[in-house]
């Protein structure tokens, strides 16, 4: 038995758990944090970072799309890497090179060099993700498992929603390089909680040599290809553009080519079949759903906060605060749940409590602002764990130790193709739903209606008792209508989404239960040895 499996079986029930263990768990879930705020961090930013690079809005998408395709890519491999360099090395090397690039982005001198350089932190950030969930699997006895997989669901939720609010503030403050910099202060003692809380282990070199590239290089492109596809089918109109078609082939190609590939060999990189246990199945369909929820809603709510109510960055990240904030203190409350009652009505509860906020935002006007916003956001906010927790528990409950690194990473990795997946349906029902609004509203505020025309009369005069003549004050009165018409043509169009979020959230609860009744400390003593 070589070292590095031999650290990988799980410790007995009743071991106390030791200092230097919690530091290397816990540095292992601030790489997690780090890496998911920073999908998020760039989009407050994203106008100041595309001024300074002389970009268009259209290419800046390129900034984030580069970060996710790259995280999504390096998210499969990470049991591969952790089995040729051992744990400790393995985190200790990518964190570095992150720090390195985040550096570098901070630095960047146009466009190009800024999306080479997120794809390199991204491929170099993604591993820290389902790592920290292996850590807590592997280094934590099953009863402390609850504690660690509350703590993991935090940094899953808590980091999409103070993304823009950390974004906005810093480059308020400090300008758009420093929300790259500051990655050095979680990275730093995540380096040094790794050196601390972690055995030393051989290197197994042979395994990568050994690997199955062609797998892996199919995985990368169907993965890469999936997610361009999904970012940037909007904005090029879907099936409309070769480019975006293309993207879709290579998608479907490279996807069946590592589902083939990997079927077919004994040692595969990443254990795609998993997938045919009913749990895992059920649990990852559903993170798919919570990724959508989770990144569809921080997607769509800074949306409508700049657009609509005319809110600054730091004014939107004090709303979207409100989603983090109370997860805190409900989170030890699930954990401790979580050992004593079936996690499907925990799910059950917390899907619904989820949806039900979706559902409230689905009735906004254009005066919708901080109050009623915050109400909703506290709702989600105590949802949230219940549905992150109870889901790691139920992927993770009956998988051999052996197996736990590519358990964390399918699982994290469908949860952020369910991001992106939500992302690219929310912008495209947004602009159709604003189209399709915008052609009804017109079709009642008729300049031959006599509403309008009354109501044009009353601007007009409006126009022209400051000082300005007939037919300007006529011009600017239409000007005012149309105005108006557009923003509640998208106010509706942004309620359609939540609405569209709402049904997915709610429509999950019954796929739940086709998963079997679970309760927290199973962990990887559920039966997978």
């Not at 042979?206 to 199919?218: N, R, S």
Request: charged letters at 10%; a neutral charge.
């Amino acid at each position: 038995m070589t070292s590095s499996t031999h650290t990988m079986a799980p410790p007995a029930n009743n071991v106390r758990v030791d200092a230097r263990t919690w530091i290397a768990v816990a540095a292992g879930l601030l790489g997690a944090f780090m890496a998911v705020l920073d999908i998020q961090i760039t989009n407050s930013s994203l106008r100041d970072i595309l001024g300074t690079l002389s970009a268009t809005q259209e290419e800046g998408s390129w900034i984030s799309t580069a970060y996710l395709c790259a995280e999504i890519v390096v998210i499969p491999m990470t049991a591969l890497f952790v089995r040729a360099l051992g744990q400790r090395r393995y985190l200790m090397i990518t964190t570095a090179l992150f720090l390195a690039f985040s550096t570098l982005c901070g630095t960047a001198w146009n466009l190009q060099s800024m999306i080479v350089f997120r794809m390199l932190q991204g491929f170099t950030g993604g591993a820290l993700i389902p790592m920290a969930m292996t850590l807590v699997m592997t280094r934590l006895p099953a009863s402390k498992r609850a504690v660690g997989m509350a703590m993991f669901g935090l940094t899953a939720t808590l980091a999409p929603a103070m993304g823009p609010t950390l974004g906005g503030y810093l480059t308020e403050l400090y300008g758009w390089p420093s929300i790259f910099y500051i990655n050095w202060v979680p990275g730093v003692l995540l380096i040094a909680g790794m050196y601390w809380g972690l055995d030393k282990e051989k290197a197994n070199l042979q395994t990568l040599i050994k690997a199955d590239w062609l797998g892996i290089a199919l995985m990368a492109l169907g993965l890469a290809s999936l997610t361009i596809f999904l970012e940037e089918g909007n904005s090029k109109d879907w099936f409309e553009s070769s480019f975006i078609i293309t993207f879709a082939a290579l998608a479907l190609v490279g996807i069946l080519g590592w589902v083939v590939t990997s079927m077919s060999r004994a040692e595969p990189f990443v254990n795609l079949r998993l997938y045919g246990q009913r749990n895992f199945l059920v649990a990852t369909m559903l993170s798919a759903v919570i990724g959508m929820g989770l990144y569809g809603t921080s997607y769509l709510l800074p949306l409508y906060l700049g657009q609509i109510a005319g809110y600054s960055p730091m004014q939107i990240g004090e709303v979207i605060a409100w989603v983090g904030l109370p997860q805190l203190f409900v989170m030890p409350f699930v954990a401790r749940l979580s050992q004593k009652i079936d996690n499907r009505i925990l799910c059950m509860f917390g899907l619904s409590l989820f949806g039900v906020s979706c559902l409230m935002n689905a009735y906004m006007d254009a005066s919708t602002g901080y109050d009623q916003l915050m109400v909703t956001q506290v709702i989600r906010a105590l949802g949230q764990p219940f549905v992150m927790l109870t889901l790691s528990n139920f992927a993770m409950n009956g998988v051999a130790p052996k197996d736990m690194p590519s358990a964390s990473s399918l699982f994290n990795m469908t949860r952020n193709l369910g991001g992106s997946v939500g992302i690219a349906m929310l912008a495209t029902a947004l602009t159709n739903r604003e189209h399709f609004h915008s052609a009804r509203l017109g079709e009642s505020v008729s300049l031959f209606a006599a509403a309008t025309q009354a109501r044009l009369d009353t601007l007009t005069q409006a126009f022209i008792s400051r000082g300005m003549d007939a037919a300007t004050a006529a011009n600017q009165a239409i000007a005012a209508i149309d105005r108006i018409v557009r923003r509640e043509s998208f106010v509706m169009a942004y309620n359609d989404g939540f609405f569209i979020v709402a049904a997915i959230l709610l429509g999950a609860i019954v796929p739940l239960w086709f998963a079997d009744k679970v309760k927290s400390p199973g962990g990887a003593g559920g039966g997978g040895h």
